[in-house]
């Protein structure tokens, strides 16, 4: 047998120590010896990667005339990781398999709400173990509560489609806070449309229902359930007010909070608010668990429209910058974290044929949503049947984006203008039944080929490029400040998240 020098030897300490050190984020969880946090953030930006943030902090330096970017609150804090996303059965992840991921730590299949790959056995999720702890639970989200993220916080079923079953768990769980958007289908699921892809995920207009079950907002107010639905009755709820849901009196498609960008600058109640009152409702001797969710950054991600997803990041910021304030006053017993599922667009901070140019300061000059501009495209198509002019769509993206107005710095390059021509045409050419060809796929994806034309060029003029209507396996960043916070410092998994979580609240 052959003797090792002690050199040697202390060279195969020192490996050992290093090889370690590259595992170190499983490590320090199980040797985690701190406190538990007695208050809880976990705030998620649906579709937000690192460009959705940093794009929204260009703008702001932009606007706001600073050189550079204007940072988020969310970029104040401290501790920053990244985390991969891809699910058990596809690289690039959807929001239910991301969500069961942030939410229970097990890799799961694409569609499932907080069930095993197989979608077989439920799993525990981190707002069941601090329910279970004696911590409060909030869970407040943009979209509708029985949307993918938030599900898979209280949910368990095998398909994300399952509205009216998600919405049953909501008030089984005995979670102390909902609050947001509406519930999708609170008598029973609708057909699913193998046309209609967006209303499959929520993010369209709902079906009528024939047979009617028994409703999931009457069952949740026997289970206990206080439901509100005015701002009224909202600005009324005070501390000590326990199991409450509370929805946003004014909803859009999918039961959503309308955009901020199509507000007028103010929303009935924002996601800062529900924020701020789920504090207040939910702060008691043994702390609270909220999740937070900025739901539409993708929606409007999916539609490849930056002055939407800016808006949404910055209303986003808003109830993280509630959650810092709170902080502020208990630093020493709150966890702030903000994740991401996963990044949509493959949004680019930079486009080929704007070269080395950003000008961010002219998204600006969108004054609504792709959303609201497709309402009117098809208002225009019903009202004018058979005469549509190509000035009249001109003049609505003029109006509504800026394009083509040269004293905004917007005038169009012929190749634009042609786009935005043979843009109108299929838009007002375009129905449900036409077989859409591969190029029309590229060009406008599934939306009004007019609204994705001005979203893209608009993006394309301030330096912004989109890859995807789909979401991307880009790796999503995660910010953190305080107790337990140096857990999720370093490059992991998504499944991390939750699980770091599990063992700072395990001995409470
Ligand atoms: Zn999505």
Redesign the pocket.
């Known amino acids: 047998m052959t003797r090792l020098k002690p050199i040697t030897i202390s060279l195969i300490i020192a490996l050992t120590f290093c090889f370690s050190n590259v595992f170190a984020q499983p490590s320090e969880r199980d040797n985690y010896q701190g406190e538990s946090p007695k208050y809880i953030f976990y705030f998620i930006g649906?579709?937000m990667g690192l460009s959705q943030a940093n794009t929204a902090e260009a703008y702001l330096g932009a606007i706001n005339n600073t050189n550079g970017i204007q940072k988020l609150k969310l970029n104040t804090l401290p501790k920053q990781g990244f985390y991969t996303t891809y699910a058990s059965d596809r690289f690039i992840t959807?929001?239910a398999a991301a969500g069961t991921a942030l939410s229970t730590g097990v890799k799961t299949s694409i569609s499932t709400i907080g069930m095993d790959a197989k979608r077989q056995k439920p799993l525990q999720t981190i707002a069941e173990m601090a329910r279970d702890k004696g911590y409060k639970v909030g869970i407040v989200t943009s979209v509708s509560l029985d949307h993918a993220t938030p599900a898979s916080f209280y949910a368990h079923q095998p398909t994300r489609s399952m509205y009216y079953n998600i919405s049953l768990d909501l008030s089984k769980s005995g979670f102390n806070y909902f609050a947001g958007g509406g519930i999708k289908h609170p008598e029973g699921d609708g057909k699913v449309d193998s046309k209609n892809i967006m209303a499959n995920?929520g993010m369209g207009e709902d079906v009528d229902l024939k047979n009617k079950l028994p409703n999931s907002i009457e069952l949740a107010k026997k289970r206990g359930y206080e439901f509100v639905n005015s701002v009224k009755e909202f600005n009324k709820l005070k501390k000590g007010d326990d199991k409450v849901i509370c929805i946003a009196p004014k909803l859009v498609g999918g039961k959503s909070l309308p955009y901020f960008i199509d507000q007028n600058g103010k929303s009935d109640i924002s996601l800062a608010e529900f924020t701020e009152k789920g504090i207040e409702l939910l702060n008691n001797k043994k702390g609270f668990f909220m999740m937070v969710e900025g739901g539409k950054i993708?929606?409007a991600?999916?539609a490849n429209d930056a002055a939407t997803v800016i808006q949404e990041v910055i209303q986003f910021d808003n109830a993280v910058s509630v959650a810092l304030d709170f902080y502020k006053k208990h630093p020493k017993e709150t966890l702030i974290i903000v994740a991401g599922d996963?990044e949509?667009g493959g949004m680019a901070l930079g486009f080929s044929g704007s070269h080395y140019h950003s000008d961010f300061a002219i998204l600006q000059h969108q004054n609504l949503s792709y959303e609201s501009f497709s309402n009117l495209i098809s208002d225009y198509k019903k009202n004018n049947k058979g005469n549509y002019k190509v000035e009249d769509g001109l003049a609505l993206v003029k109006k509504h984006f800026g394009l083509g107005d040269a004293e905004k710095g917007l005038e169009l390059s012929e190749f634009e203008m042609q786009q935005l021509k043979t843009a109108f045409d299929k838009s007002m050419n375009y129905n449900k039944k036409m077989k859409k060809d591969d190029q029309f796929y590229l060009l406008y994806g599934s939306y009004d080929p007019l609204t994705t034309t001005a979203c893209h060029i608009l993006s394309q003029k301030a330096g912004i490029g989109w890859t995807s209507f789909?979401?991307t396996a880009a790796p999503i960043p995660i910010r953190s400040i305080g107790v337990g916070s140096d857990l999720f410092i370093g490059f992991f998994d998504n499944t991390d998240v939750p699980k770091n979580l599990m063992k700072l609240i395990e001995n409470k």
């Open positions: 649906d579709g959807g929001s995920f993708d929606w991600c999916h996963h949509t789909s979401h």
